[in-house]
């Protein structure tokens, strides 16, 4: 049937299936790739367009319905309106992974036509069916409401003063114009397209039927099994524990496994109807908890791994026991937490081609080194014949550090010889990918009678799923963090990671940590009730502070949390006093305030992770930094940069960006365990730092030279004297540039004896957030008022990114205290997977605290996932402040919340 | 095969498609990709939403006519007795702007969801549902078009063309209440839906109407009878006059003695607040 629409003030006119979804006929037939695919379901808002000017989920709408319409999308929107939100976007920084960007401003455009000026009401109410899972949506709504404001354009850094400026993200224009190219927007339309035959079974033998007859049955289509799988079928992020089929052979560990792929043409694949597929299932018992998993007689997941314990993680010292027996106070408690699921509005996607003989994967991941020789193992290539080029990634927060098409479409590539793509759904990603662990924790901690820390007991059980994935690192991450950032001298903590048939856990912003920081911060309340204490002034007494030493032993030479506890007491007395006076006033809600703090490690646990940076000049003048560091939204596209520009004494608009791409980009590592801005910013000023000396050596002059590129020159000047450098004259060096250098820095750490003694981490973030709440007394409802969150990130290089970072943190935060648990087999959507929208965020106030680290580069720490950690405990101290209520299992559901107002009341 | 997809302008035309074989009605269409992850929906369609007959609403000595395709947000918009600030309220709670822009009134009905925000709103207003056939026209009470969860009076051939309010129960004032674990996009715990009228401060009707706290939404007839000729007073509302009513389940948004307990404080909230 013919549809025509209206775009651009043009009629457009369509030859397709009317009965297809308009998000697909926009895309795929009239290449609007602005529209953003999240769920299928209405539920994101990410295909958010403008239909006759109104906003509408092109996921459901019937392209016959739209026939005769006029379509506003991103990319075709223009105008006054349009470039001013773009640039507000760009200002305020509201575009972090840029998925949910399209469907953001396609919602305010409606608005903004009607009321060009609104009221922060109405933005809340307008964007109300969008989700964001990066930015707390705080930058969204100051965007929108400054769209109407002129602004003025922005100005570079001069040379030198690139770090610490809140410059744009250099990467932004694509984002906010519609032109960002995520996972499912590359590559040719007519590839191939790989659909996975996935489990319905939690844990199940299996065996094929007659696939061969299948396919006959389906001309055009490629079934590819274990059996085609021509490596190792196992990968995983730790070498001796990789254990993950690619695709299943004979056992599926967890509902949705992979057992086979069909392969081919569009129209033909996706018209398959999966459930006739040949395979003969054996169901076999399951576990889907840490304590099923635990139990004697519970059905094994992997040979050599009895008790389905994957691994254990210590660290000890002093004597908790005794010293837990002699202390004035002791409290204790059991904790839960259950599988939150990373929710990025982005499915997994990708495409997979050949060039010549080597295999290119363009799809969206966190760690493209980790991809491209996990799935060269798996495929049975060496790693130099596969290149991984990161597509955009619509957020990752962990998820994407393992691998997920990758190895599907390469084998499909291999196999076909043809380019092959693969779009999961938002079912299919949220069966597939892994979560953040559910935990059972138990711990005890002591105070003297002046209210001192004595000593700390924790022993947490992790349901880490079917797969070991990042396993170990939540094993090995909790014991050194559970005790908080307080001076602890008596320690015993333990770590389990225990299989079972739940989805396999993985990396989740904080690995483990979060989990952990509950159970300690509301054990710390009980202390300082039963001290008669202030709570945050018991915090502050028991902080570390420069000189101390960890439960590891490691001595720690720069601590800023003081700094944070203190910068949030004007905020804690004002909190407090407007809490009792709203709770004076009688009513059926109450108010109440809570704090927690937080502690982090950036990089690697023990290990090496080591990044490597190459800047470049070349014959012509460009300026090329080649940054291997993957842009998730988090920023280091530009905090790298600005690291670079002042290293190498340049302007910040002199750089020219190259990669991430395994080609192109020296190993930068994984965008985890908040290291890049760290690491591979330590690499980059050391590369920058040495080409500058390079430069200086050859033009002999001192290091106050300012050095300016232009066309095949380079300038170098110092007071009255300059040599030019004719780069034309020089040769090149491989990598085509006449001058260069490449420098790679690993974190100094040390190993952890038995006893979990070391020193695990080179650089450490502090900080502490308070929160303010509103307690439903009758139906156990939770509003948050107000969060101040002080994060001593040592230096802000980019504070307009930070800020980023902590509201979007604390939006991760607040959705595991109150909404987010993970019910495998049950909540593969998010309608009933619920995340924060914009009404459930409340007034956030960043304070960034700059206490410079010696290790860090410019004096930075890392920062993104220490902003995650104290907000669900702050929360769930407030509300006990509130209400009586103790929280020990999140979320704080509202029946929980009242169950526990219950128990408070009665004393039960 | 691409299978046809019909868009008549006029509902003879859709009643004559209608009884020429199996087909699927669309409106807004905001619950029929929702229910599947495919890229193309399968079967006949007859798409409803062009024909300007069946959207708008009317009022007149008779009650109120709300046509079958009229939009949540044109219900939103739209001035309307008090009685109707209940449906009106609800109507921006369905899912966001974008499934209020699209969905329908009729649609929603239709879906017959358990946890559907217009029906408790309605059922306070004592509607009814319009159904048409080529032959001929019948009305049934909300309460007896729903059936159960998904499943509707509605039969093949039939199409619902318009709700319809009687004019005796645009009387008094509404006011509807919806609770969930988040302020947006959720299915809620359970919601509630009041319209009282007073005279001389004593409650002439009341009533009363819970939602996702069952298979369907459900009046609740004895606590309206123990409302009517009485002072309106919240504390009236007993959790087990509300209990007694209502049939919950435990799922993944909460148990059942607290969707029981949340209904009869959210009957008692929006008693105390719907003449304000």
Redesign the interface.
């Given at each position: 049937m013919t549809l025509s629409f209206t775009i651009r003030g043009e009629r457009q006119e369509v030859e397709t299936d009317p009965h297809r979804r308009l998000s697909e006929v926009l895309r795929d037939d009239l290449g609007l790739k602005s529209v953003k695919v999240g769920c299928d379901a209405g539920d994101c808002g990410a295909c958010t367009v403008l239909i006759d000017g109104r906003q509408a989920c092109a996921c459901l709408v019937p392209a016959g319905q739209a026939d005769g319409a006029s379509i506003e999308t991103l990319e075709t929107w223009s105008g006054g309106a349009a470039d001013r939100l773009r640039d507000a976007f760009l200002a305020e920084g509201a575009a972090q992974c840029g998925i949910c960007t399209p469907g953001m401003m396609m919602a305010a455009a409606e608005l903004l036509s009607a009321s060009p000026d609104p009221t922060e009401d109405e933005v809340r109410t307008a964007l109300s069916g969008v989700l964001c899972r990066c930015t707390g949506y705080a930058s969204i709504v100051a965007a929108v409401l400054s769209a109407s404001r002129p602004r003025p354009a922005e100005t570079m850094p001069a040379p030198g003063q690139s770090v610490g400026a809140p410059v744009r993200r250099l990467d932004g224009r694509p984002k906010v114009d519609g032109t960002e190219m995520f996972g499912a927007d590359v590559g040719p339309r007519d590839a191939l397209v790989v659909r996975a035959v996935r489990s319905p079974h939690f844990h199940a033998a299996f065996t094929l039927g007659d696939t061969a007859a299948w396919a006959v049955e389906h001309p055009g289509v490629t079934v590819l099994t274990a059996a085609d799988v021509p490596g190792v079928n196992r990968f995983g992020v730790i070498p001796h524990l990789a254990d993950q089929p690619a695709l299943a052979d004979g056992i599926v560990r967890h509902l949705g496994e992979a057992v086979a792929l069909v392969v081919g043409e569009a129209s033909l694949v996706e018209a398959l109807v999966l459930s006739t597929f040949p395979v003969t299932w054996e169901a076999h018992p399951y576990s889907l908890t840490e304590a099923e998993g635990a139990k004697d007689g519970a059905q094994l997941l992997h040979e050599g791994r009895p008790g389905n314990l994957l691994i254990e993680g210590r660290v000890s010292t002093g004597d908790a026991e005794t010293a837990l027996a002699a202390s004035a106070h002791v409290a204790d408690g059991t904790f839960r937490t259950s599988y939150v699921e990373h929710a990025y509005i982005e499915p997994e996607a990708g495409i997979a081609w050949l060039e010549g003989d080597t295999l290119i994967i363009a799809a969206c991941t966190q760690a493209p080194v980790m991809d491209r020789d996990e799935t060269a193992k798996v495929l049975g290539l060496p790693p130099d014949r596969v290149r991984i080029i990161p597509t955009a990634t619509g957020g990752g927060f962990g998820a994407k550090l393992d691998l997920s098409v990758q190895p599907l479409i390469g084998l499909a590539a291999l196999k076909t010889g043809k380019p092959c793509r693969m779009v999961w759904g938002r079912g299919e990603s949220m069966l597939a990918s892994t979560k953040r662990h559910p935990g059972t924790m138990t711990a005890r901690i002591g105070a003297d009678a002046e209210g001192r820390i004595t000593a700390m007991r924790f022993d947490g059980a992790f349901n880490t799923g079917a797969y070991a994935s990042w396993g170990p690192t939540v094993a090995s991450r909790v014991p050194v963090h559970a005790s908080g950032p307080y001076r602890t001298p008596n320690y015993r903590a333990t770590a389990r990671a225990i299989h079972t048939n739940g989805p396999t856990s993985g990396a989740f912003r904080g690995f483990g940590v979060p989990q952990a920081a509950i159970a300690q911060e509301v054990l710390y309340d009980d202390l300082a009730l039963a001290l008669g204490m202030d709570r945050l002034a018991f915090r502050r007494a028991n902080a570390f502070v420069d000189g101390d030493r960890t439960t590891c032993g490691q001595t720690l030479p720069s601590v800023g949390l003081a700094d944070c506890l203190d910068a949030l007491a004007p905020h804690w007395e004002v909190a407090l006093e407007a809490a009792e006076a709203h709770n004076r006033g009688g009513g059926v809600t109450r108010r109440g305030v809570g704090v927690a703090s937080c502690w982090y490690g950036c990089g690697n646990t023990s290990l090496p992770n080591p990044s490597t940076v190459r800047i470049g000049i070349t014959s012509a003048g460009r300026l090329c930094l080649h940054q291997g560091a993957t842009d998730i939204g988090q920023g280091s596209n530009t905090v790298i940069a600005q690291i670079a520009a002042d290293a190498l004494g340049v302007p910040l608009d002199a750089i020219e960006i190259v990669g991430p791409d395994t080609a192109l980009t020296p190993d930068c590592g994984k965008t985890s365990a908040s290291r890049q801005t760290f690491v591979t910013g330590r690499a980059a000023q050391a590369a920058g730092e040495a080409l500058r000396a390079l430069i200086l050596r050859q033009t002999n002059l001192p290091e106050t030279a300012s050095i300016r590129l232009s066309a095949g020159r380079l300038s170098v000047e110092d007071g009255g004297t300059r040599q030019d450098i004719d780069l034309a004259a020089l040769t090149s060096d491989s990598h085509g540039y006449v001058l260069a250098a490449e420098e790679t820095y690993d974190p100094p750490t040390t190993a952890l004896d038995a006893d979990g003694q070391g020193a695990p981490y080179a650089v450490y973030g502090f900080g502490a957030q308070l929160a303010e709440v509103e307690v439903d007394m009758a139906l156990g409802t939770t509003r948050v008022l107000h969060i101040a969150a002080a994060h001593d990130l040592g230096r802000a290089i980019n504070p307009t990114l930070a800020r980023g970072q902590v509201e979007g943190g604390i939006a991760q935060g607040l959705g595991l205290a109150l909404m987010e648990e993970f019910v495998p087999g049950r909540t593969e959507n998010l309608h009933d997977y619920l995340i924060p929208t914009i009404g459930d965020m409340p007034r956030i106030t960043p304070i960034l605290i700059e206490k410079p680290d010696p290790e860090g580069p410019f004096g930075a720490r890392g920062l993104g996932e220490h902003v995650l950690i104290p907000t669900a405990p702050a929360i769930l101290n407030a509300i006990r402040h509130a209400s009586g209520a103790r929280i020990t299992h999140v979320p704080a559901l509202p029946h929980r919340v009242l169950a526990a107002i219950g128990k408070a009341r009665h004393g039960t | 095969m691409?299978?046809a997809?019909l868009?008549p302008d006029t509902l003879d035309e859709a009643l004559a498609v209608l009884a020429d074989g199996e087909t699927r009605i669309?409106a807004g269409?905001?619950d029929?990709?929702?229910a599947t992850?495919r890229?193309?929906?399968?079967g006949r369609?007859l798409?409803i939403?062009r024909i300007p007959t069946l959207r708008g609403i009317l009022h007149d000595d008779s009650g109120l006519t709300i046509g079958a395709t009229t939009t949540w947000?044109d219900i939103a918009t739209a001035e309307l007795p008090p009685a109707c600030r209940g449906l009106q309220l609800a109507a921006r709670e369905v899912?966001?702007?974008?499934?209020q822009?699209?969905g329908t009134i009729a649609g929603n009905l239709c879906n017959a969801s358990p946890a559907a925000d217009g029906v408790p709103p309605l059922l306070t207003l004592d509607a009814q549902v319009v159904l048409r056939t080529k032959d001929g026209e019948r009305s049934l009470p909300l309460d007896q078009f729903l059936t159960g969860p998904r499943r509707t009076a509605r039969e093949a051939g039939e199409i619902v063309v318009a709700i319809r309010v009687p004019a005796e129960a645009l009387e008094g004032a509404g006011h509807f209440l919806k609770?969930g674990?988040?302020?947006?996009?959720?299915?809620s715990?359970a919601m509630v839906a009041v319209r009282v009228s007073l005279v001389e401060g004593i409650v002439q009707q009341a009533a009363v109407a819970v939602g996702a706290c069952g298979p369907v939404a459900v009046r609740l007839t004895q606590l309206e009878k123990a409302l009517v000729g009485q002072p309106l007073d919240p504390h009236l509302v007993t959790d087990d006059l509300v209990a007694q009513a209502l049939s919950p389940i435990d799922d993944?948004?909460?148990?059942a003695p607290?969707r029981a307990?949340?209904s009869a404080?959210?009957v008692r909230r929006a008693l105390a607040q719907v003449t304000a």
């Open positions: - | 691409t299978e997809y868009r669309a269409c905001t029929l990709f929702a992850a890229k193309i929906l399968p369609t798409d939403s947000t899912g966001g702007p974008q499934i822009n699209r609770l674990a988040r302020r947006h996009l959720v299915i715990i993944v948004r909460a148990d607290y307990h949340a404080e959210l």
